[in-house]
């Protein structure tokens, strides 16, 4: 081979081979920039490059053939494999920072959507804590009503059995509730002490004459107990009616003074 040719493939062998020492430093930099997860595919471009490279290098040396690449195409070619792989750098950093960027909106949503949980929890927390601070208030205020209602009403001294005296009065006729409001005015009150009258005996026995209590013993429209304390307002105290209006009217004066005071009592305490 003549000497000039010699020398001429020495240097272009010596340009491909700085060349590629080139290429390789700087695939490795892009490799150790890239993100994890990033440098598989320039890492496997770079060593395809390599290979090559070593590959047409062994068949020159082996059959001694001229290579027909000059210095300057190779240096093209090693540009052209640069600009790809800064290329490929730079669209997976994008994508990267593209996942980064969805992952933290998803982080902020999850946040927003827990902190607009908790608000909702507290706001239905504070108004249930309302209704029944109005509750408890209404409660106080019908318990003071009904309390003023009986402190307005004249009273005698409670009796722990009060005596009921039988009380000589025209006989009255009709249901259990026309006596008892016939009966009213024999006991100096209006007809208006019905309207406390009717419900009071209505919650105690559903103005039912044989109504008992299993538990207390409690017997007859008005609830004697036991039964058989209003014998002393008839013997048929049992079965009439009259006779025990006449001994639960009594009691009632006795005790509460009208049957809206018993009725204030018993909506306050549930009994009278």
Same mark, same amino acid.
């Given at each position: 081979?003549?000497?000039?040719?010699?020398?001429k493939?020495?240097?272009?062998?010596?340009?491909?081979?700085a $060349?590629t020492?080139?290429?390789a430093a700087?695939?490795? &930099?892009?490799?150790?920039?890239?993100?994890?997860?990033?440098?598989?595919?320039?890492?496997?471009?770079?060593?395809a490059?390599?290979t090559?490279?070593?590959d047409?290098?062994?068949?020159?040396?082996?059959?001694?053939?001229? =290579?027909?690449?000059?210095?300057?195409?190779?240096?093209?070619?090693? =540009?052209? @494999?640069r600009f790809? @792989?800064?290329?490929?750098?730079?669209s997976?950093?994008?994508a990267?920072a593209?996942?980064?960027?969805?992952?933290?909106?998803?982080?902020?949503?999850?946040?927003?959507?827990?902190?607009?949980?908790?608000?909702?929890?507290?706001?239905?927390?504070?108004?249930?804590a309302?209704?029944?601070?109005?509750?408890?208030?209404?409660?106080a205020a019908?318990?003071?009503a009904?309390?003023?209602?009986?402190?307005?009403?004249?009273?005698?001294?409670?009796?722990?059995?009060?005596?009921?005296a039988?009380?000589?009065?025209? &006989?009255?006729?009709?249901?259990?509730?026309?006596?008892?409001?016939?009966? @009213?005015?024999?006991? $100096?009150?209006?007809?208006?002490?019905?309207?406390?009258?009717?419900?009071?005996?209505?919650q105690?026995s559903g103005?039912?004459v044989?109504?008992?209590n299993?538990?207390?013993g409690?017997?007859?429209?008005?609830?004697?107990?036991?039964?058989?304390?209003?014998?002393?307002?008839?013997? =048929?105290?049992?079965? =009439?009616?009259?006779?025990?209006?006449?001994?639960?009217?009594?009691?009632?004066q006795g005790?509460?003074?009208?049957p809206c005071?018993?009725?204030?009592?018993?909506e306050?305490?549930?009994w009278?």
């Amino acid at each position: 081979m003549p000497s000039f040719l010699s020398g001429k493939r020495s240097r272009v062998i010596t340009v491909a081979a700085a $060349g590629t020492l080139t290429l390789a430093a700087a695939i490795s &930099v892009a490799a150790v920039s890239l993100p994890s997860g990033t440098v598989a595919a320039p890492a496997s471009a770079a060593a395809a490059y390599l290979t090559g490279v070593n590959d047409h290098q062994s068949a020159m040396r082996t059959t001694g053939a001229t =290579d027909v690449m000059s210095a300057g195409e190779r240096l093209a070619q090693l =540009d052209r @494999l640069r600009f790809t @792989l800064a290329r490929e750098r730079a669209s997976k950093l994008a994508a990267a920072a593209e996942a980064a960027a969805a992952k933290a909106a998803a982080a902020k949503a999850a946040a927003a959507k827990a902190a607009a949980a908790q608000a909702a929890a507290q706001q239905a927390a504070a108004q249930q804590a309302a209704a029944q601070q109005a509750a408890a208030q209404q409660a106080a205020a019908q318990q003071a009503a009904a309390q003023q209602s009986a402190a307005a009403q004249p009273t005698a001294t409670p009796q722990a059995t009060p005596t009921v005296a039988v009380q000589a009065a025209p &006989v009255a006729s009709g249901s259990a509730q026309q006596i008892a409001e016939q009966m @009213l005015s024999q006991y $100096g009150w209006s007809s208006s002490q019905f309207s406390c009258l009717e419900p009071l005996w209505a919650q105690e026995s559903g103005w039912s004459v044989t109504a008992e209590n299993p538990s207390s013993g409690a017997y007859g429209i008005p609830q004697a107990m036991p039964g058989s304390e209003m014998a002393s307002a008839g013997a =048929d105290w049992q079965t =009439d009616a009259a006779t025990q209006i006449r001994w639960g009217l009594t009691y009632i004066q006795g005790r509460y003074g009208s049957p809206c005071g018993a009725w204030a009592h018993e909506e306050s305490d549930g009994w009278y």
